[in-house]
Nanobody, 120 residues
Framework: QVQLVESGGGLVQAGGSLRLSCAAS????????MDWFRQAPGKEREFVAH????????RYADSVKGRFTISRDNAKNMVYLQMNSLKPEDTAVYYC?????????????WGQGTQVTVSS
């Protein structure tokens, strides 16, 4: 059974940094893509970034490009989201998720989420 557990959220001032972690377990993820999504109050869940488990190919939403960096540690089955130059509009619950590399765009598995709050 796949489990994704996020951690690292919290309260930070605008301009600050946070690093989110996602611990993945329950299967081999070599042919999977790891995603980060976020959902702000009253808004739809939106894509933030992804990384392929093999090859480490990354993609970012325009809103976070140049400020956020996604990475993974294959040996530890961990995915990270380094968030710098945070803005109040980055406030949201952040979720990690996993999907097959050549499968549907909608992730198969989701974590429980971690709250990020950026104060102005």
């Amino acid at each position: 059974q796949v489990q994704l557990v996020e951690s690292g959220g919290g309260l930070v001032q605008a301009g600050g940094s946070l690093r989110l972690s996602c611990a993945a377990s329950g299967r081999t993820f070599s042919s999977y893509v790891m995603d980060w999504f976020r959902q702000a109050p009253g808004k739809e869940r939106e894509f933030v970034a992804h990384i392929t488990w093999s090859g480490g190919i990354t993609r970012y939403a325009d809103s976070v490009k140049g400020r956020f960096t996604i990475s993974r540690d294959n040996a530890k089955n961990m995915v990270y989201l380094q968030m710098n130059s945070l803005k109040p509009e980055d406030t949201a619950v952040y979720y990690c998720a996993v999907r097959r590399l050549f499968g549907p765009a909608t992730p198969e598995y989701w974590g429980q989420g971690t709250q990020v709050t950026v104060s102005s």
